[in-house]
């Protein structure tokens, strides 16, 4: 999906395509988007937005909590905590996800784990020393992966500018584009038009 008026930076988490290292199930992962965003900020950008999914998103709510140049964030299907996450495999909706894994041939799926005991950080926890970001929390109510409890529990505890959106019937993470390009197209860019003011590009 392109967000006209805005420059893109997409990137590998460790342990996910090109990326070296071992995915670390978000125990670390918030170092690799700190390495992305010291690179955009060093490039001249004053105004960094951020879209991410599910564990993606939870780094990003690690990682900001330690920061304070993160203008403002999309977080969709993002959970409370790792160990929270639900897994309901008998859902129907986990069907619909191994039929479209299994018509892509599993294209761009999987990475090379390291041990998921490893301590994690947990974004309810980070949450609320997150100040100056705008977030906008996106989840589908039938998510068998994280339920959308996750992201209510995340807006309540927030001190920052924020809102909630929970789409009927909707799936996980990038499946929520895939069902409703168009109305997620209009989320994403009427909350960075809203929150980020101007066009992030370097002086």
Known sequence: MVLPDYDSIIFDFRGH??????????AKEHLDLDAVLDFAVSEGYERIGIIAFSLGAAASINAASKRDDIKSMVL???????????????????????????????????????NFMTAKPKPLDDITTVKDTAILF?????????????????????????????????????RLIQQYPDRMKSLMLGWFSDTMKEKARPK
């Open 17 to 26: 395509g090109d990326s070296g290292g071992k995915f670390s199930w978000s």
């Open 76 to 114: 969709i299907s993002c959970p409370t905590s790792f160990w929270k996450i639900d897994y309901h495999f008998w859902e129907p909706e986990m069907f619909s996800d191994l039929k479209d894994n299994l018509e892509c041939n599993w294209e761009g799926k999987g990475a090379r784990v390291a």
């Open 138 to 174: 996106i989840h589908g109510d039938s998510d068998w992966v994280i339920k959308h409890y996750h992201s209510k529990r995340l807006y309540d505890a927030a001190k920052t500018h924020k809102e909630l959106q929970i789409i009927e019937k909707g799936l996980h993470a990038e």
